[in-house]
């Protein structure tokens, strides 16, 4: 069974998201999310991906994207310029489960990191095996959101605390 991970940050009133951007820029989160989903699957939704490409110019470097839409068609060539080389595969699926599907099928060495936003964590809570959250202690206004789950259904693997303004702390999370 590969791991199929939920990746998140969220505030103290779950937030995840205000107007189409993260409401916080924590830079050790940042990193975080690159090492742990670095040459692995990340899926995300079409507004998440947008948010991404318009940053960066370009999809996740060194990672498979998978993009969740029913109105658009992203895919590598997409992204193919003459003056970089792309170090991504971008493909778009119109349902969560034949993204998971073709990431098992075609990487079954990678991890599947679910990345967001608001419905697909909602869909995937109640099927991925693991979850790294970020945890800020503060409350943020926002327009999407973190679901309650039932956190009797996860184990604690390990946490580590930044004492920041505002602090943070990063939660591993395993089913039980
Ligand atoms: N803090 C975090 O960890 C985190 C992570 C990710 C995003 N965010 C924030 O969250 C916000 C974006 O999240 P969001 O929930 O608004 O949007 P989103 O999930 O990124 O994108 C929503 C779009 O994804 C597509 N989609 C969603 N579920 C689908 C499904 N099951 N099958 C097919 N397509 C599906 C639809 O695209 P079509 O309309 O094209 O069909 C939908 O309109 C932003 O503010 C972003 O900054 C935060």
Redo the contacts with the bound molecule.
Sequence with gaps: MPEIAI????SKNL?????????WNIFEDKKHFKELTTGHVVI????????ITGLLKKPLPNRVNL??????NFSTEDFLNDDSPLSSEVKT????QSAVNFAKEKYPDKKIFI???????E?TISFCNKMYL?KIDSDFE???F?PKFDEKEFKVISEKLFDEIPPYKFVELERK
Excluded at 67 to 72: D, E, P
Excluded at 115 to 121: D, P, Q, T, V
């Design positions: 990746i998140a940050a969220h937030v995840i998201g205000n107007k189409g951007q993260i409401p995300m939704g079409r507004k998440s991906f947008e948010e993009i969740l839409s029913k109105t658009k699926f119109s349902n969560l990345c967001g936003g608001e419905k697909i964590f869909e970020t926002g327009d999407a973190f």
